[in-house]
């Protein structure tokens, strides 16, 4: 096996210095990358992601931690997130999922002063996707690609889940 290198990683590492919010970004301008703006949450693929689909779900506001939302934008947020996986089941049909939160820089948060969920479809066989990315580089095709896929998707997605 090949020694692993991602270079969108380091870019990330690179790109997280900077003091800017990606989610307040994509909220105050019309981005490539942005699937869902709604009254309480939002939906954005990351830009440098583990895996074709990976999805961010986030809070419209800017906050850092789940006890700082009410308990329905709490629902708003979670029912944004079962939407968004049943979208990716939809879209790629993936044999799974992992979501989770990254709370705090050493568990892994990029972004760690406004929260999101990571959505990360997962299918049999991929443990080599990191590998096969990496050598052929073709992430922003990739990312494109699945933005023109999952797009008009989120643009029929019904949060009424929630009263
Ligand atoms: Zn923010």
């Known amino acids: 096996m ?10 990330y590492i690179l790109s997280a210095r900077k003091d800017e919010c990606i989610f307040c970004d994509a909220l105050s301008q019309n981005d490539d990358l942005t699937l869902y ?15 074709n689909g990976h ?3 986030a809070p419209i506001r800017h906050v850092s931690t789940l006890e700082q ?3 329905h934008k709490m629902g708003e947020l979670l029912a944004t997130i079962d939407r968004s996986v049943d979208i990716l089941k939809q879209a790629m049909s993936p044999d799974g999922f992992n979501v989770g939160l990254n709370l705090g820089k050493v568990a ?5 002063e406004h929260l999101h969920f990571h959505i990360v479809p997962r299918w049999f066989g991929d443990t080599n996707a990191f590998t096969v990315f990496a050598e ?7 990312i ?3 933005y023109e896929n999952l797009k008009p998707y989120f643009k029929n997605m019904n949060l009424t889940l929630i009263n």
């Open 144 to 146: 494109k690609a699945t």
């Open 108 to 112: 892994g948060a990029g972004v760690e």
């Open 2 to 11: 090949k020694t692993m290198w991602a270079p969108w990683r380091m870019e």
């Open 136 to 142: 052929v580089r073709v992430i922003p095709e990739h």
């Open 69 to 71: 939302l009410s308990k």
């Open 55 to 57: 999805l961010l779900v």
């Open 37 to 51: 703006k709604g009254k309480d949450t939002m939906v954005v693929m990351n830009k440098y992601p583990y895996i």
